[in-house]
């Protein structure tokens, strides 16, 4: 007997091509016992381990009878009546795969990639799919499982590892024997010892083909030892943290479905009549829902029990962001709960890190900006850049957060309304208004910093504090201010309208960064911000005792609205010239006379289509100006009184006043003022025929625009550039300079220096005979004029 079943195995053993220790790994024994069943060592093994040889070899009908016959203590069984004897059958593979989903929508990209991978037998395929709650990775992963099911002939194993659900995650040792038992392996032959029990799993997966889908797993190191080792075998893995530590596996990230994806999903739940009758209202809902499936799914199921409802009203439910999260609620489903297990789960977590990051949770959903930066995260959550970083690190891990960019954080809309949720709930009235504040001190600062590198000799400066600027970056120039405000420019405005709102938040802060922004709006042409900045400053100021700041704001407002109304229509609104009077009056009230003469300068750019009023107003800032000895003021005066004279025709008043602004300027050192007027001294040497002046001035203008960081003032002398050199018939020089114009007015978004560019580029294509290029610039500009 012993001879006859040692002979039978290493006959079978020889005839599949495996060594002794490559059949035990199959089988899930060791060499030793292999080669001591093939000696005869062991007279009558167990039934268990005959069946593992069997299913290892590869036996089947009646070679796999014969082969549990020879081990059996009487021998090959004898032909019995129908009954007698329980056939030996071979365990059905198993197939836990969940229900495959019938209409799954999008991620086609994906799919074909995870298709891919996991039909390589040459190696083991794992694809490790995370994102946040409901983006919709379990049911990628149970798609794409079914997708490949074939390939796997030996079984589709499943198992729910509970890393982000109010239940406690199953320990690895507990998803083992799951797993085990789901292949056949008997629960009293599984190993004590955790390492050695994933040993004898990677050896019951050897040679066979199975696919493993791990959903909903906690970390890597939950994850590990569920992975084959062998190739032949798959894993796909689904998760809420990037499992960025394991080796070897592919990893994907979801990101919420696009616009059409979405309204595909709400069609496949709601029905697709319904969205075909209303498909506006449809692409607002799933806007509404953040194009999250979950939620996109959990709408659609309520339209479906509803049918008597138009998809507009549920828009418009969804509308009220205080109800949106109540509205994505079925059952015992919905996006707030979904969210809701990670955050308690940080929050009850042994580790301070995890708890740090649940806390601070609430206090970014305060924030309203698109997106936030490090430093303001930090100032927003009171810690240093650095533990600030490893906070929304964290949280971007948990995909709680995206990395947009280095040092940039994003929110997810509904993540963001169950923020805000949970600071309400969380966060009291005077910690939200202390958090906003520090958020705005900072801005304060860069916005006085860089105030003071633009414009040092500035009247502004002499109501500021040298502390207002404290705890600005340490910028090295005006550049890099101003580029830190463009990176924040979308916040700026969000905080001021915040800050207005938020009890408790200082008004004088308010006024103070309005203030503040004077030069960077100035330099930047964002009249819009400007304009909603200053009407935030000045409700702030006239609610407070300090009549100066009223004054400066309401100049501010009053220079905002007349460039808004001249960029929109080309004339001056009423509002903004009645704002700049009342101004004047107030700081005559005061008798603050660098006032006077800051508001008089002001108003005489603004008037400059009524020449005898706005030059009775320059001169008079000339001689208040000239009288305090205030450089930076008359230099500013003499420019707007040489443009003045030039309006009226008197060329050579013109020019020598911009030749005094410019000596001037040099004087105190004022780069942006020198660009300035050096730009308008090359357009009256243009005009007047002196070509070679006209160059050298508009050449040093673009250079100092671009020392300085004002892309805007260095895209205007790029474009007067251009038209000179168009006047001498240089179209391929002209073509460059506004090349480079144009692409500086699309960084900063300036329409109408765009407009103006695209202008002269068709002129300089025409002259280079494109003119099909030509007509495509011309009909660009007009449809920016029209915008």
Same mark, same amino acid.
Request: hydrophobic share 45%.
């Given at each position: 007997?012993?001879?006859?079943?040692?002979?039978? @195995?290493?006959?079978?053993?020889?005839?599949?091509?495996?060594?002794?220790?490559?059949?035990?790994?199959?089988?899930?024994? *060791?060499?030793?016992?292999?080669?001591?069943?093939?000696?005869?060592?062991?007279?009558?093994?167990?039934?268990?381990?005959?069946?593992?040889?069997?299913? %290892? /070899?590869?036996?089947?009908?009646?070679?796999?009878?014969?082969?549990?016959?020879?081990?059996?203590?009487?021998?090959?069984?004898?032909? %019995?009546?129908?009954?007698?004897?329980?056939?030996?059958?071979?365990?059905?593979?198993?197939?836990?795969?969940?229900?495959?989903?019938?209409?799954?929508?999008?991620?086609?990209?994906?799919?074909?990639?995870?298709?891919?991978?996991?039909?390589?037998?040459?190696?083991?395929?794992?694809?490790?799919?995370?994102?946040?709650?409901?983006?919709?990775?379990?049911? $990628?992963?149970?798609?794409?499982?079914?997708?490949?099911?074939?390939?796997?002939?030996?079984?589709?194993?499943?198992?729910?590892?509970?890393?982000?659900?109010?239940?406690?995650?199953?320990?690895?040792?507990?998803?083992?024997?799951?797993?085990? #038992?789901?292949?056949?392996?008997?629960?009293?032959?599984?190993?004590?010892? &955790?390492?050695?029990?994933?040993?004898?799993?990677?050896?019951?997966?050897?040679?066979?083909?199975?696919?493993?889908?791990?959903?909903?797993?906690?970390?890597?190191?939950?994850?590990?030892?569920?992975?084959?080792?062998?190739?032949? =075998?798959?894993?796909?893995?689904?998760?809420?943290?990037?499992?960025?530590?394991?080796?070897?596996?592919?990893?994907? #990230? /979801?990101?919420?479905?696009?616009?059409?994806?979405?309204?595909? /999903?709400?069609?496949?739940?709601?029905?697709?009549?319904?969205?075909?009758?209303?498909?506006?209202?449809?692409?607002?809902?799933? #806007?509404? =829902?953040?194009?999250?499936?979950?939620?996109?799914?959990?709408?659609?199921?309520?339209?479906?029990?509803?049918?008597?409802?138009?998809?507009?009203?549920?828009?418009?439910?969804?509308?009220?962001?205080?109800?949106?999260?109540?509205?994505?609620?079925?059952? !015992? &489903?919905?996006?707030?709960?979904?969210?809701?297990?990670?955050?308690?789960?940080?929050?009850?977590?042994?580790?301070?890190?995890?708890?740090?990051?649940?806390?601070?949770?609430?206090?970014?959903?305060?924030?309203?900006?698109? !997106?936030?930066?490090?430093?303001?995260?930090?100032?927003?959550?009171?810690?240093?850049?650095?533990?600030?970083?490893?906070?929304?690190?964290?949280?971007?891990?948990?995909?709680?957060?995206?990395?947009?960019?280095?040092?940039?954080?994003?929110?997810?809309?509904?993540?963001?309304?169950?923020?805000?949720?949970?600071?309400?709930?969380?966060?009291?009235?005077?910690?939200?208004?202390?958090?906003?504040?520090?958020?705005?001190?900072?801005?304060?600062? &860069?916005?006085?910093?860089?105030?003071?590198?633009?414009?040092?000799?500035?009247?502004? #400066?002499?109501?500021?504090?040298? $502390?207002?600027?404290?705890?600005?970056?340490?910028?090295?120039?005006?550049?890099?201010?101003?580029?830190?405000?463009?990176?924040?420019?979308?916040?700026?405005?969000?905080?001021?309208?915040?800050? %207005?709102?938020?009890?408790?938040?200082?008004?004088? $802060?308010?006024?103070?960064?309005?203030?503040?922004?004077?030069?960077?709006?100035?330099?930047?042409?964002?009249?819009?911000?400007? *304009?909603?900045? +200053?009407?935030?400053?000045? !409700?702030?100021?006239?609610?407070?005792?300090?009549?100066?700041?009223?004054?400066?704001?309401?100049?501010?407002?009053? +220079?905002? $609205?007349?460039?808004?109304?001249?960029?929109?229509?080309?004339?001056?609104?009423?509002?903004?010239?009645?704002?700049?009077?009342?101004?004047?009056?107030?700081?005559?009230?005061?008798?603050?006379?660098?006032?006077?003469?800051? +508001?008089?300068?002001?108003? *005489?750019?603004?008037? =400059?289509?009524?020449? !005898?009023?706005?030059?009775?107003?320059?001169?008079?800032?000339?001689?208040?100006?000239?009288?305090?000895?205030?450089?930076?003021?008359?230099?500013?005066? +003499?420019?707007?009184?040489?443009?003045?004279?030039?309006?009226?025709?008197?060329?050579?008043?013109?020019?020598?006043?911009?030749?005094? *602004?410019?000596?001037?300027?040099?004087?105190?050192?004022?780069?942006?003022?020198?660009?300035? &007027?050096?730009?308008?001294?090359?357009?009256?040497?243009?005009?007047?025929?002196?070509?070679?002046?006209?160059?050298?001035?508009?050449?040093?203008?673009?250079?100092?625009?671009?020392?300085?960081?004002?892309?805007?003032?260095?895209?205007?002398?790029?474009?007067?550039?251009?038209? @000179?050199?168009?006047?001498?018939?240089?179209?391929?020089?002209?073509?460059?300079?506004?090349?480079?114009?144009?692409?500086?007015?699309?960084?900063?978004?300036?329409?109408?220096?765009?407009?103006?560019?695209?202008?002269?580029?068709?002129?300089?294509?025409?002259?280079?005979?494109?003119?099909?290029? %030509?007509?495509?610039?011309?009909?660009?500009?007009?449809?920016?004029?029209?915008?």
């Amino acid at each position: 007997m012993d001879s006859s079943f040692g002979a039978l @195995l290493r006959g079978h053993r020889r005839a599949a091509g495996l060594t002794q220790e490559a059949l035990a790994e199959r089988a899930s024994l *060791s060499g030793q016992a292999v080669g001591a069943l093939e000696r005869g060592d062991r007279r009558f093994p167990r039934r268990d381990t005959v069946g593992r040889l069997a299913v %290892a /070899l590869g036996l089947v009908g009646e070679q796999h009878a014969a082969f549990v016959a020879a081990a059996s203590r009487r021998g090959v069984p004898r032909p %019995a009546a129908s009954g007698d004897v329980t056939p030996v059958t071979t365990p059905a593979p198993p197939r836990q795969l969940p229900p495959a989903i019938a209409q799954f929508t999008g991620r086609g990209s994906h799919v074909k990639a995870m298709v891919e991978l996991l039909g390589r037998s040459s190696a083991v395929g794992v694809s490790a799919i995370a994102g946040m709650g409901g983006i919709g990775k379990t049911s $990628l992963a149970v798609y794409v499982g079914h997708r490949v099911a074939d390939q796997f002939p030996d079984g589709q194993l499943y198992l729910d590892l509970r890393g982000s659900s109010p239940d406690a995650p199953i320990p690895a040792r507990e998803a083992l024997g799951q797993l085990m #038992r789901a292949l056949g392996v008997s629960h009293d032959e599984t190993p004590a010892d &955790v390492e050695e029990l994933a040993a004898r799993y990677r050896s019951s997966l050897a040679g066979r083909r199975v696919l493993l889908v791990l959903d909903n797993a906690g970390d890597a190191e939950q994850v590990a030892p569920l992975l084959p080792g062998t190739a032949g =075998c798959a894993a796909i893995i689904t998760s809420r943290r990037a499992l960025s530590t394991l080796p070897q596996v592919h990893q994907l #990230r /979801l990101d919420v479905l696009s616009e059409p994806e979405a309204v595909q /999903l709400l069609a496949a739940t709601a029905g697709q009549s319904r969205v075909d009758a209303e498909p506006d209202a449809a692409a607002a809902v799933v #806007r509404l =829902c953040g194009r999250l499936p979950l939620a996109v799914h959990l709408v659609g199921a309520r339209l479906a029990a509803r049918p008597r409802w138009p998809i507009a009203h549920l828009a418009q439910r969804l509308a009220d962001e205080h109800r949106r999260l109540d509205e994505l609620e079925l059952d !015992d &489903v919905g996006v707030r709960a979904s969210f809701a297990v990670t955050i308690d789960q940080l929050a009850v977590s042994p580790d301070p890190r995890d708890q740090q990051a649940a806390g601070a949770y609430a206090l970014l959903g305060l924030f309203d900006g698109p !997106d936030i930066s490090i430093p303001v995260a930090a100032r927003l959550l009171e810690l240093t850049d650095g533990d600030a970083e490893r906070v929304l690190e964290r949280l971007a891990g948990l995909h709680l957060l995206e990395a947009t960019s280095p040092g940039r954080y994003l929110l997810h809309d509904l993540l963001r309304v169950y923020a805000r949720e949970r600071a309400t709930a969380t966060v009291s009235g005077t910690d939200r208004a202390a958090a906003i504040t520090r958020v705005l001190e900072l801005y304060v600062a &860069v916005a006085w910093r860089g105030h003071a590198l633009i414009a040092p000799g500035s009247v502004r #400066r002499t109501w500021a504090h040298e $502390l207002w600027a404290a705890g600005a970056p340490q910028f090295r120039d005006s550049n890099e201010a101003l580029a830190w405000l463009d990176e924040h420019r979308l916040h700026l405005l969000g905080a001021t309208l915040q800050a %207005a709102r938020t009890p408790g938040v200082s008004a004088e $802060l308010i006024v103070r960064l309005s203030v503040g922004l004077f030069t960077f709006y100035l330099s930047r042409g964002y009249w819009l911000d400007w *304009s909603q900045v +200053c009407q935030a400053g000045l !409700d702030a100021a006239t609610a407070g005792p300090d009549r100066f700041a009223e004054a400066m704001v309401r100049m501010d407002f009053g +220079c905002a $609205l007349a460039d808004l109304s001249h960029a929109r229509s080309g004339e001056v609104a009423d509002e903004a010239l009645a704002h700049l009077r009342r101004s004047l009056a107030e700081f005559e009230a005061l008798g603050h006379r660098p006032g006077i003469a800051m +508001c008089l300068t002001n108003m *005489s750019e603004v008037m =400059c289509d009524d020449l !005898d009023a706005a030059i009775t107003y320059a001169e008079r800032s000339l001689a208040i100006n000239q009288e305090l000895a205030h450089h930076n003021g008359e230099a500013e005066t +003499c420019e707007n009184l040489g443009s003045l004279y030039g309006r009226a025709g008197d060329h050579n008043r013109q020019l020598a006043y911009y030749e005094r *602004s410019l000596a001037l300027n040099e004087h105190v050192g004022y780069d942006w003022g020198s660009a300035s &007027v050096s730009r308008r001294i090359g357009i009256a040497h243009r005009d007047a025929g002196r070509h070679h002046e006209a160059f050298t001035a508009l050449q040093r203008s673009a250079a100092l625009f671009h020392k300085v960081g004002d892309a805007i003032g260095e895209a205007a002398s790029l474009e007067e550039l251009g038209q @000179l050199h168009l006047k001498l018939g240089d179209h391929a020089a002209a073509l460059e300079n506004l090349t480079d114009g144009l692409v500086l007015a699309q960084e900063h978004e300036d329409r109408r220096r765009q407009a103006s560019i695209l202008r002269y580029l068709g002129e300089a294509m025409a002259g280079l005979d494109r003119h099909r290029e %030509a007509r495509a610039h011309w009909h660009s500009a007009l449809t920016l004029d029209g915008q």
